[in-house]
């Protein structure tokens, strides 16, 4: 139990492009997703929390505008790169926590999403 | 500051040798939860372990084990006869009740190379 699944799991496009990631639970109903950024052989960076009905919370630093966050369901969240360039390159992964569970659930994560901008 | 911080970047080990890996991690909340997260080459993340502050014994699951010392606020993680599938990259993380977003807080990772 409690998959999620991110589509795609890679994506190689041109500059300029905008790219939507998916973040779903399969069995399960999320409140709360989080999308994170991994920059090779670092750790993970959480950029926004995303929650069901509610406009997404942003970490300082991360461009609201540049990264939209879409939570339409309990099972869907999206994370659009808008106007990708080289630089936004990275590898980006989703996690989501079953609703009405407590923090001391754990965060179950997307498989991620390999995004290479020319 | 950093909240986790695992000072092993690199570990490498031949098969069936043991491995360590080290976390210590900050916080004031006296109700907290910590995880480990293994990360193989393939990227997805594979949860490990979650224990809360207040459950301060060790636990064992197959080849796995796991020392939490609040006195020493470590949370270590031991791998007994590794094999070359253990290769990865192991993520200590702290979640913290006081700000109740269930926000994770991730150490840099230790890369663990099990040579055959």
């Known amino acids: 139990g409690a998959v999620v699944s991110q589509h795609p799991s890679r994506v190689i496009c041109k500059s300029g492009t905008s790219v939507k990631i998916e973040c779903r639970s399969l069995?399960?109903?999320?409140?709360?997703m989080f999308w994170y950024r991994q920059f090779p052989k670092q750790s993970l960076m959480l950029m926004a929390t995303?929650?069901?009905?509610?406009?997404?919370?942003?970490e300082q630093g991360v461009e609201k505008d540049k990264f939209l966050i879409n939570h339409a369901s309990l099972t869907l969240s999206t994370l659009t790169v808008t106007s990708a360039h080289p630089e936004d390159s990275s590898f980006y992964i989703c996690?989501?926590?079953?609703?009405?569970?407590?923090?001391?659930?754990?965060?179950?994560f997307g498989d991620g999403t390999r995004l290479s901008i020319l | 500051a950093q909240k986790v911080t695992q000072a092993q970047t690199e570990i490498s080990v031949v098969e069936k040798e043991d491995v360590t890996l080290d976390c210590v991690y900050e916080?004031?909340?006296?109700?907290?939860?910590l995880f480990w997260y293994k990360q193989p080459p393939s990227g997805e993340l594979v949860f490990l372990i979650r224990?809360?502050?207040?459950?301060?014994q060790n636990e064992i699951s197959g080849r796995y084990s796991w020392n939490f010392q609040k006195s020493t606020s470590s949370f270590n993680f031991t791998i007994t006869a590794s094999q070359v599938v253990d290769s990865a990259v192991y993520f200590c993380?702290?979640?913290?009740?006081?700000?109740?977003?269930?926000?994770?807080?991730f150490g840099a990772g230790t890369t663990v190379t099990v040579r055959a």
């Open positions: 916080t004031r909340d006296t109700t907290y939860y």
């Open positions: 224990r809360n502050s207040f459950d301060e």
């Open positions: 069995d399960f109903q999320a409140t709360t």
């Open positions: 993380a702290l979640s913290e009740m006081r700000s109740n977003d269930y926000k994770l807080s």
């Open positions: 996690s989501a926590i079953q609703q009405g569970r407590r923090s001391n659930q754990p965060q179950h």
């Open positions: 995303s929650n069901e009905g509610s406009k997404a919370t942003y």
